[in-house]
Nanobody, 126 residues
Framework: QVHLVESGGGLVQAGGSLRLSCAASRRAFSTYAMGWFRQAPGKEREFVAAISWSGGSTYYADSVKGRFTISRDNAKNTMALQMNSLKAEDTAVYYC???????????????????WGQGTQVTVSS
């Protein structure tokens, strides 16, 4: 079992930046692909970004491409999501997730992830 804890959420004005972090409880984290998802009020949880276990491969939802950057530090069992040029529509609860299954492609569906954090609220005021 891997416990994931997100931090770094908050209130920011449109155009601003936030950096989310995800801390994992186990060294096994370094062997898992990781992802970020978000859920806005009244909407389904949606994929944001994913990163391979080595950090060498990343993938982004079209809605955040060019604005968000996913990264990881396996030595510290942490992952981050740097969010720039934030928009009101980025407002959501953001979740980090871990995928323990070796894959040829990064998973973009919730079903592909085994471990989830409790979420952190990001609110962007317009």
């Amino acid at each position: 079992q891997v416990h994931l804890v997100e931090s770094g959420g908050g209130l920011v004005q449109a155009g601003g930046s936030l950096r989310l972090s995800c801390a994992a409880s186990r060294r096994a984290f370094s062997t898992y692909a990781m992802g970020w998802f978000r859920q806005a009020p009244g909407k389904e949880r949606e994929f944001v970004a994913a990163i391979s276990w080595s950090g060498g491969s990343t993938y982004y939802a079209d809605s955040v491409k060019g604005r968000f950057t996913i990264s990881r530090d396996n030595a510290k069992n942490t992952m981050a999501l740097q969010m720039n040029s934030l928009k009101a529509e980025d407002t959501a609860v953001y979740y980090c997730a871990g995928d323990r299954t070796p894959r040829t492609r990064l998973a973009v569906r919730q079903e592909g992830y085994d471990y989830w954090g409790q979420g952190t609220q990001v609110t962007v005021s317009s």
